[in-house]
């Protein structure tokens, strides 16, 4: 990597001006020799690089040359410089290698536009969490774990309140909602794609077993369908009325895959319009870890599907 930041770096140098393999040498911190052989690489690449001899000789770019592609205006740097604050205040997996790409970018707007820089990275702040920042080291195994095909096993927990068990998942892709990662997963203990908060993974390891994605599965689309609301009253839309605490129903519409559904929300009671499958899959697990906060009014499956898992509990507890 360090010899195609060192040839880049000289392309940018180039472009202000001439310079001689000394003076090249002596600003990137390397031998005269290091310097020829880059450039002997650049000119074997295709970049017209033109050598000029004698005293006020040196190195030189074509005009041509020299219109560079990286050339942003204040609001398109500034856009650039925001969307790398955000990338980072939320925990992104490949931080080092933005943090890499942005300091291209400002090798060649310092000499460019020397106040721009500075201006734009004022007046705006992105404080990342604690928390963001201790998942850093799970998102890359995850990233690399989805880009490479290899199996993770890791301690999964249901809930906060929830013992972790062991899940070997074939991650699929991150996507990152509501201040939370998650990851798409095929688990081989359900035998399906689930989703995973990676905030609750403890103890994750690649097995050095590999997998193929689908070739259509898409990560958008899947976390689409799984937050999808049909805005219509179609035959698989179910109308969901909870009644709860004020905290409880704030929290489950700030839910990652609730909030997209809320169509009714006044004191005491929140309307969801979800999707049946959705509904009766997630719904019940996720209410009744909500204990007594919250009571769903209606669909009256729903309230039998739930009575059904609390008298399931009750007899596996108090036989």
Known sequence: MAKWDNMLKILWMLRS?????????EDLEMSVRTVYRYIDALCASGVPIIAEP??????SLPGSFKQAPLFFDPAELKAVLHAALFAQGAGYPLEDDLQRALQKIQLYHSEKQPDDWERQMRGMDILPSPQQQSLKPALQLLEKSVADGLTVRVHYAKNAEAEPELRELDPYGLAYRSNKWYIAAYCHRRQDVRTFRVDRMQQLVVTGRTFLIPRDFSVKT?????????ETGGDEACFVLI????????RLTGHWYLRNCVVKRDGQT??????????MKYLPSLLLSYTSTVRVLEPLSLKLE??????????????
């Not at 899947?222 to 049909?230: D, G, L, N, S």
């Not at 929140?270 to 509904?279: A, F, K, N, P, S």
């Open 222 to 230: 899947y976390f689409e369908q799984v937050t999808a609301v049909q």
């Open 54 to 59: 004698g005293h006020d000789g040196g190195y």
């Open 17 to 25: 001006s001439n310079m001689t393999a000394e003076q090249l040498a």
């Open 270 to 279: 929140l309307g969801l319009r979800i999707d049946e499958e959705v509904m």
């Open 243 to 250: 009644e709860g605490t004020a905290d409880s129903l704030k």
């Open 306 to 319: 739930i009575g059904k898992i609390v008298r399931e509990l009750y007899g596996f507890y108090c036989p």
